[in-house]
C-alpha cells in the first residue's frame, strides 16, 4: 500500500506548481511582437527628409 505523504509535502509540490503557473504566465505574456501592429516601417537610408541646418544653408 501506498504511503500518503505528509501534508507539509503536498503544500510544497503545490506551492512549485503555483510558483511555475505564474512564470509561465509572466514569459508568455512578455512574448508578443516587439512593435505594435500599426507603426509604419523607418524610411531606408537615402530617402529620409534633409535636415533643417542643410535646407538653411542652401538658401543664403
Same mark, same amino acid.
Given at each position: 500500500?501506498?504511503?500518503?505523504?505528509?501534508?507539509?509535502?503536498?503544500?510544497?509540490?503545490?506551492?512549485?506548481?503555483?510558483?511555475?503557473?505564474?512564470?509561465?504566465?509572466?514569459?508568455?505574456?512578455?512574448?508578443?511582437?516587439?512593435?505594435?501592429?500599426? !507603426?509604419?516601417?523607418?524610411?531606408?537610408?537615402?530617402?529620409?527628409?534633409?535636415?533643417?541646418?542643410?535646407?538653411? !544653408?542652401?538658401?543664403?
Amino acid at each position: 500500500m501506498p504511503v500518503r505523504p505528509r501534508t507539509a509535502e503536498r503544500y510544497a509540490r503545490a506551492l512549485a506548481a503555483a510558483l511555475a503557473a505564474v512564470a509561465c504566465l509572466l514569459l508568455a505574456a512578455n512574448a508578443g511582437p516587439t512593435a505594435t501592429a500599426g !507603426s509604419p516601417a523607418p524610411a531606408p537610408v537615402g530617402e529620409t527628409a534633409p535636415d533643417l541646418e542643410e535646407l538653411a !544653408s542652401v538658401n543664403r
